[in-house]
């Protein structure tokens, strides 16, 4: 149980194009979703906090109309990289936490996208 | 603001060795504290975690331990296989209700065989 998945994996695009990803929760409500960049070798930045049917909470020094989110059902949250350049080259990764009783803390991670901008 | 420190950053062990990592926290509102094992390219694996109100917790070759007073965890590996080769995340809750972890830096893992 507790599987979450991402779309697309890879994903390369020109610069000033726009690249939207999913997170799903395949077997699971997800009340919290949570978006997160890793560049090579370094720990996952909490990019930003998002709930179902509400709008998303963006750490400091993120940019919300650049990274769009919308968490529009209880497992699905999608994150929007607008007019990409190359510095938003990275490894997005999401997650989210259980909507049951017990474990409510636990983040279950999706397997990552890797996003190229040329 | 709040950390977590994680040591050390890079480990070696021939298999069957046991490998220990270590973190600290900062935040003493911090109740909940997971492991997670990250394999190249991949996202990340929940393997243990353990809240605020135990002090070790194991799952058969992995365990992981708590001391609340001194905002110390560590993870503890016993009988190493190549297989556990990865770099592994501790990560410690913050903010009371918001559910938002803050990482450690990773350590990344090498198993000799």
């Known amino acids: 149980g507790a599987v979450v998945s991402q779309h697309p994996s890879r994903v390369i695009c020109k610069s000033g194009t726009s690249v939207k990803i999913e997170c799903r929760s395949l077997?699971?409500?997800?009340?919290?979703m949570f978006w997160y960049r890793q560049f090579p070798k370094q720990s996952l930045m909490l990019m930003a906090t998002s709930n179902e049917g509400s709008k998303a909470t963006y750490e400091q020094g993120v940019e919300k109309d650049k990274f769009l989110i919308n968490h529009a059902s209880l497992t699905l949250s999608t994150l929007t990289v607008t007019s990409a350049h190359p510095e938003d080259s990275s490894f997005y990764i999401c997650s989210a936490r259980a909507h049951r009783q017990g474990s409510t803390d636990t983040q279950y991670f999706g397997p990552g996208t890797r996003l190229t901008v040329l | 603001g709040e950390n977590v420190e994680q040591h050390p950053s890079t480990l070696s062990v021939q298999e069957g060795d046991s490998a220990v990592i270590k973190c600290t926290y900062s935040d003493s509102a911090s109740n909940y504290f997971p492991w997670y094992k990250q394999e190249l390219g991949k996202g990340p694996q929940l393997i243990i975690d353990i809240r605020s109100n135990v002090g070790e917790k194991k799952d058969q070759r992995i365990a992981v331990t708590l001391n609340k007073t001194a905002k110390h965890f560590s993870l503890h590996i016993t009988e190493t296989q190549p297989e556990d080769s990865a770099v592994y995340f501790c990560?410690?809750?913050f903010g009371l209700g918001t559910y938002k972890y803050i990482f450690g830096t990773g350590t990344r893992l090498k198993v000799l065989a």
């Open positions: 077997d699971f409500q997800a009340t919290t």
């Open positions: 990560a410690a809750s």
